[in-house]
């Protein structure tokens, strides 16, 4: 009897592209993975609207949904309106307790208001202003990945990442998290499977790591 096939969706970090997940590679005759590119907000669209039309691009049924850090906070509310075999969250946090400090800082004051989101439109100059050999590796990386430049959905991922009020994450979800995260560091985190040396960008710069160690997670 043929072994059924199990569907993964993978959900991008804010601003990111679907090539990010271009390194994950498991073996064909267990999973087919699929990927979910960012959509255009609408003006002042809500959190739950938008996570709707996002699962939306999912057509299957117990399916296994992931989300790398944004996209770990919008796969959670995506599976309000899914039915799943499997939620995992990768370089993210399961609710607004597990935001660092700086985070709660900028919100309590409104901060994220005045970010100038714009400049992320300029990423092709990030390269020519960076010093050093790990600065300049790590700017032209995030110039290949970091592709959605649009202000409008800029602005709007960045208030619903900061202003998230999820209290307690959904039931069996399976977090992933690396020791090295900097922009949500491990300290905050709280029942995770830890990638040592990972960093928030793992998904591409441990992407081995990845691949031989879902297929067991998404099976357990």
């Not at 004051?109 to 390269?127: D, G, L």
Request: positive net charge; glycine residues 4%; charged residues 30%.
């Amino acid at each position: 009897m043929k072994e059924q096939v199990t569907n993964i969706y993978f959900v991008p970090g804010m601003a990111a592209d679907v090539s990010i997940f271009e390194f994950i590679k498991l073996p064909e005759d267990s999973f087919k993975i699929h990927v979910i590119p960012w959509k255009i907000p609408f003006k002042k669209e809500s959190m739950g609207h938008y996570a709707k039309r996002m699962s939306e691009e999912v057509k299957h049924d117990n399916c296994v949904l992931v989300g790398v850090s944004f996209g770990g906070v919008v796969a959670q509310e995506m599976s309000k309106f899914l039915k799943l075999k499997k939620l995992i969250i990768i370089s993210s946090v399961k609710s607004k307790h597990e935001f660092p400090k700086r985070m709660k800082f900028v919100k309590k004051i409104k901060m994220y208001r005045a970010f100038p989101t714009a400049i992320v439109s300029k990423i092709e100059n990030w390269e020519k202003y960076a010093f050093g050999d790990f600065s300049k590796k790590r700017a032209k990386m995030y110039q290949k990945y970091l592709s959605i430049k649009d202000k409008q959905y800029l602005d709007w991922a960045l208030e619903k990442m900061i202003c998230w009020e999820q209290e307690e994450p959904p039931r069996e979800l399976v977090h992933i998290h690396g020791d090295h995260d900097i922009v949500f560091p491990i300290s905050n985190i709280k029942d995770c499977i830890t990638v040592e040396n990972g960093t928030h960008v793992m998904i591409v710069n441990r992407a081995k790591w990845f691949n031989e160690h879902l297929p067991e997670i998404i099976n357990n």
